[in-house]
C-alpha cells in the first residue's frame, strides 16, 4: 500500500536546469496538487488536477510545468530553475476534489530541491 | 482574498495540555482541517471538523470551531515529547479546490 510516491526525495539543480519532480498514487484518486513549503509561509499550491487531462494553477504556478496524461501520475517540471526556486516540495492527492466531501488528502513524502 | 493565521510557536511540558489556535477569513469554509508535521516528513492528516459542527473529539484530539469569530482550536490533552512537531491549519478556498494552510505551529514539548 504505497500511498503518495514522491521522488526523487533530495535534489541539487544549477540554476537554467530543468527536472522533473515525479509524483504517483495507487489509491485511484481523481485530485491531485502539488504544494511548496518555505520556512515561515506554510504550504503554498502550485498547480492541481480533478482528473486526468484537466490541469489549473494555484496561487503560485509560474516556473513550473504539470500534466496529468494518467489518474496514477502527476509530474511536476521546473523549466529553468532558479535558486527561489528552493524549497519542499509535497505532491497530495485525495478521491475527489476536496471541496466534495471532507475526504482525506494524503501526502507524499516530500522532494527536497536546492537550486545553487 | 482567503487567508489563515495561527501563532508560530508554542512550548508545553509533558503531560500539560497544548492548545493551538488557528484564525480564518473565508466565512463559506465548509471544512476545516489539522495536520501534523514531523521534522523531514510530510503531513499528517490529524483530524477535520465540518462547519455544522461546533466540537469534535478524537482520543486526545478536541477540535473547537467558532464560526461567528472564524476561530478553530485544537486541544491536545495529555501532551508526550511524541508529539513535537509542526501544526497546520487548514481551510478549504472558495472554490473548493485546494487547502490554503497556516504558516504552522511549532510545539515544543518538554519533559
Known amino acids: 500500500n504505497a500511498g503518495v510516491t514522491q521522488t526523487p526525495k533530495f535534489q541539487v539543480l544549477k540554476t537554467g536546469q530543468s527536472m522533473t519532480l515525479q509524483c504517483a498514487q495507487d489509491?485511484?484518486?481523481?485530485?491531485m496538487s502539488w504544494y511548496r513549503q518555505d520556512p515561515g509561509m506554510g504550504l503554498r499550491l502550485i498547480h492541481y488536477?480533478?482528473?486526468?487531462?484537466?490541469?489549473d494553477q494555484g496561487e503560485v504556478p509560474n516556473g513550473y510545468n504539470v500534466s496529468r496524461s494518467t489518474t496514477e501520475d502527476f509530474p511536476l517540471r521546473l523549466l529553468s530553475a532558479a535558486p527561489s526556486q528552493t524549497s519542499v516540495y509535497f505532491c497530495?492527492?485525495?478521491?475527489?476534489?476536496?471541496?466534495?466531501?471532507?475526504?482525506?488528502?494524503?501526502f507524499g513524502e516530500g522532494s527536497w530541491l536546492t537550486v545553487v | 482574498g482567503e487567508d489563515v493565521e495561527q501563532s508560530l510557536f508554542l512550548s508545553v511540558r509533558e503531560g500539560d495540555s497544548s492548545v493551538i489556535n488557528c484564525t480564518y477569513t473565508d466565512s463559506s469554509s465548509t471544512y476545516l482541517y489539522w495536520y501534523k508535521q514531523e521534522p523531514g516528513a510530510g503531513l499528517q492528516l490529524l483530524t477535520y471538523i465540518f462547519s455544522n459542527m461546533d466540537m469534535k473529539q478524537d482520543q486526545r484530539l478536541t477540535v473547537l470551531l467558532n464560526k461567528k469569530d472564524k476561530h478553530l482550536s485544537l486541544r491536545i490533552a495529555d501532551t508526550q515529547t511524541g508529539d513535537s512537531a509542526i501544526y497546520f491549519c487548514?481551510?478549504?478556498?472558495?472554490?473548493?479546490?485546494?487547502?490554503?494552510f497556516g504558516k504552522g505551529t511549532t510545539l515544543s514539548v518538554s519533559s
Open positions: 497530495a492527492s485525495s478521491y475527489v476534489v476536496p471541496g466534495l466531501s471532507g475526504n482525506t488528502i494524503y
Open positions: 488536477s480533478v482528473g486526468a487531462g484537466i490541469t
Open positions: 489509491m485511484n484518486h481523481e485530485y
Open positions: 487548514a481551510d478549504l478556498n472558495q472554490a473548493g479546490t485546494a487547502l490554503i
